[in-house]
């Protein structure tokens, strides 16, 4: 009796983690939509503390799952472009259930066959289906496109693990970021790729400056993004030209002086970034050296005189 309550009390404790090591021995594909969060608290619940560095965050979680797909990474490929809109995963299931993608037949458990003619919007079972389904449904499409004549119709008879790997070999390990420093996604396997910034000026200004002077100064090139970084200097984003064609528009230039603006492409403000000293450094000065040396001096003619009186 004793030991029967001791054990159930450790299923008790060890709990849903069981659910993650049966997951990771699996061997199959791990799918999620816009999954960056769950990776992190399946780690912190189920692993220990999360990593100081991204470095490391992205060892760990391949050692756990090393095969992951973000349906909202797989929806910005560009052969897919053309027919999703939207990314969210309800609208993403919609549009994947409907033509140019293949029909997909999907064997539910009883208790879940309503889910195939009746949303249930963040009911974790029907979120998963419908990852899954919107995942199998894209890749159909995109093996059809890549390799004419694979597809036998049947999306779901056409995508087993290994076909799955084939059609989205550019789309693994790969998970989608928002708001990170210009990045889409993050690349568990690797390093991302560079991002590029040529529409992207650094400006610092009078503190006073709102969003509206920004966007009218830029007027002329479309729309543009701000990305403060604090009350005198932001990053502007710009639609659609470069930073140096900007910077070479007469009127832009002479206004951004008369305003005391001071506007740098990314890439210059970058490379000055890189190149300069942090502050303290001797070198930055050539009266520092002296001055150190004469503190020094100082200093000892101080523990001298003392020790002598």
């Known amino acids: 009796g004793r030991e029967d309550g001791e054990g159930e009390e450790m299923e008790h404790f060890v709990g849903f983690s069981e659910v993650i090591k049966a997951i990771s021995t699996s061997g199959k594909p791990l799918v999620g939509h816009n999954c960056i969060l769950d990776l992190m608290h399946c780690h912190t619940h189920f692993t ?40 969210s995963l309800d609208a993403l299931y919609c549009t994947v259930s409907k033509k140019p993608f293949p029909p997909l037949t999907i064997d539910l458990p009883p208790h879940s066959l309503h ?103 830029f007027s002329p090139f479309g729309k543009v993004k701000v990305d403060w970084i604090n009350d005198t200097s932001a990053f502007v984003i710009l639609s659609k030209r470069s930073a140096k064609e900007c910077l070479s528009h007469g009127a832009v230039a002479s206004q951004a002086d008369e305003m005391s603006y001071s506007l740098l492409p990314y890439s210059d403000w970058s490379s000055r970034q890189c190149s300069h000293e942090p502050e303290g450094v001797y070198s930055n000065s050539p009266l520092h050296i002296p001055v150190f040396l004469f503190v020094m001096i100082l200093a000892c003619v101080l523990v001298y005189v003392q020790s002598t009186t």
Request: proline residues 6%; glycine residues 8%; neutral net charge.
């Open 48 to 87: 220990g503390p999360l990593p100081k560095t991204l470095v490391q965050f992205k060892r760990e979680v391949l050692r756990r799952f090393p095969c992951i797909y973000d349906t909202k990474v797989v929806a910005e490929n560009s052969i897919l472009q053309p027919h999703i809109h939207t990314h």
């Open 115 to 217: 889910y195939a003619t009746a949303p249930s919007s963040h009911e974790a079972a029907y979120d998963a289906y419908i990852t899954g389904y919107s995942l199998v449904a894209m890749a159909a499409h995109l093996r059809g496109k890549t390799k004419p004549g694979a597809s036998d119709g049947d999306g779901a008879g056409a995508c087993s693990d290994g076909v799955l790997c084939s059609a989205l070999e550019r789309e693994k390990n790969k998970v989608y970021v928002q708001y990170c420093d210009g990045y889409r996604c993050f690349f568990l396997g690797g390093t991302e790729s560079p991002v590029c910034r040529d529409n992207v000026l650094h400006a610092t200004f009078p503190k006073q400056t709102s969003f509206d002077d920004l966007k009218n100064l």
